[in-house]
C-alpha cells in the first residue's frame, strides 16, 4: 500500500499493538485543541441530523456570512475547501509556480503539491541557534535572489512556533513580486491582532490565506477549511473549482455554529496560552532539554545528552504518551520532538514523564 499523509499518530494501530483503549491515550501528537468540539454546534448538528436528505446550498450564503464577520472579509472573496490541503492544491496548481520557496522545518505537504506541477522547490532554513525565528529580511533577499514566484508559509510554522507579524507579510508583499500562500491553521492559538493576515488579503491580489477547523476547533472530521483572496480571476477560478457541494451538509451546519461561539473560543486561546507558557517554563528546569519558544499550540524540543526523539518516544508509550518524532522534517534531526498543549492533566503526566526519563 502506498505511504499516506499521517496528521499526528495512528491511534488505531497503538490500540491494536498495546491494547489501549482510544480513550487512555494522551495524544501530543496530532495539534488538535483538548476540548473537542464546542457543544452549541455539535448540538445543532444532532437537532438537524436528518438534514442528510438535503442538498447543501450551492453558494453556501449563511455559512460565508458568518465566515465574514468572524474574519473580517467579504463574503465574496472567501473559498470553502474540504480541509486545507484542498485548498493549498488547488491554489498551487493555479499560481503554477516555477520557484518556490519553503521555510525549513515545515509542513511536508506543501514541497508535495509544488513538486506535483513541476516547481523547483527552494528552503529558506531557519536557525536553530536563533529559535527558528522568521526574519522579513532575510526572506525578501532569498524571493529576489532566486527568481520565487511563490513563498508558502504557515503562520505559526508548524513545527518551530515561530511567526511573522501582519506587517512583515505587507512588507514582503510590497518589496517583492512573489505569490505569497500562508496557511493560519494554528494562528487562533495565539493573538490574532498583529499576526493575521487575512484583512490584507482582501487587499493584495497576490496573497492567499487559508485556514482550517481540525486544530483550533478540534474538527478535522467535518473537513472543513476556507480561505480569502482578492485576485479577481484566482478567486472565481477557485470558486468554481471547489465550492459546488464541496462542502457536506454537515460541516455547513457545524461551520455555521463554531465561528458565532465566542466563549468557546476565549476558552480555547486563554487555556492554550497559559498552559503552553507554563509547560515551556517547566520543562526549561529539566537538564539536557532546549525548549524552543512557541506561539502555536505546540512546543518543539531539543535532547542534548544523546538519547533520540524515537527512544524517546517508545519509552513514554507504555505511559499512554504520545509525542512527535520531528526527525524527518527537513533541518531537523533525530534529537528533535514535538507536543502539542493538552488539558492540564495531560500535560502533567507528560512533565513528570519527561522529568523521571530526563534526570
Not at 226 to 233: A, E, K, M
Request: hydrophobic share 40%; with cysteine; aromatic share 10%.
Amino acid at each position: 500500500m502506498a505511504n499516506k499523509i499521517q496528521h499526528g499518530a495512528n491511534l488505531f494501530e497503538l490500540q491494536e499493538k498495546y491494547g489501549f483503549s482510544l480513550d487512555e491515550i494522551m495524544d501530543f501528537s496530532s495539534n488538535v485543541n483538548p476540548f473537542g468540539p464546542d457543544r452549541d454546534s455539535l448540538d445543532y448538528l444532532v437537532q438537524h441530523i436528518d438534514r442528510a436528505k438535503v442538498y447543501p446550498d450551492p453558494e453556501y450564503r449563511q455559512l460565508r456570512s458568518v465566515l465574514s464577520g468572524y474574519i473580517h472579509c467579504p463574503p465574496d472573496q472567501i473559498v470553502l475547501g474540504a480541509g486545507t490541503t484542498n485548498l493549498l492544491s488547488a491554489y498551487i496548481a493555479l499560481v503554477h509556480p516555477a520557484n518556490a520557496l519553503l521555510n525549513s522545518p515545515c509542513y511536508s505537504e506543501y514541497e508535495r503539491e509544488l513538486k506535483k506541477v513541476g516547481a523547483r522547490v527552494h528552503h529558506h532554513l531557519l536557525d536553530r541557534d536563533e529559535d527558528f525565528a522568521l526574519d522579513p529580511g532575510a526572506i525578501i533577499k532569498e524571493i529576489q535572489d532566486l527568481d520565487i514566484d511563490l513563498y508558502v508559509l504557515t503562520n505559526p510554522n508548524n513545527p518551530t512556533g515561530s511567526i511573522l507579524e501582519a506587517k512583515d507579510i505587507e512588507r514582503i508583499l510590497q518589496e517583492t513580486q512573489a505569490y505569497l500562500l500562508i496557511d493560519e491553521t494554528y494562528i487562533e492559538f495565539t493573538d490574532l491582532a498583529p499576526y493575521t493576515a487575512c484583512q490584507l488579503a482582501c487587499n493584495y491580489d497576490r496573497l492567499f490565506v487559508v485556514r482550517s477547523t481540525s486544530k483550533f476547533f478540534a474538527s478535522p472530521g467535518i473537513r472543513l477549511g476556507y480561505g480569502v483572496l482578492s485576485h479577481g480571476s484566482h478567486l472565481q477560478a477557485l470558486q468554481d473549482q471547489l465550492n459546488l457541494w464541496g462542502i457536506n451538509i454537515y460541516a455547513e451546519m457545524m461551520g455555521e455554529k463554531m465561528f458565532l461561539n465566542k466563549d468557546y473560543q476565549d476558552q480555547v486561546y486563554q487555556h492554550t496560552k497559559s498552559e503552553r507558557a507554563r509547560m515551556i517554563q517547566s520543562l526549561e528546569k529539566l537538564p539536557g532539554l532546549r525548549v524552543y519558544p512557541s506561539q502555536g499550540n505546540f512546543v518543539l524540543c531539543q535532547l542534548k545528552d544523546g538519547l533520540t526523539a524515537q527512544e524517546l518516544r517508545e519509552r513514554l508509550l507504555p505511559k499512554k504518551l504520545i509525542i512527535r518524532d520531528c526527525a524527518n522534517f527537513p533541518n531537523l534531526g533525530p534529537d528533535f520532538f514535538r507536543f502539542c498543549i493538552l488539558s492540564r492533566e495531560a500535560n502533567d503526566a507528560l512533565l513528570r514523564a519527561l522529568e523521571e526519563i530526563l534526570s
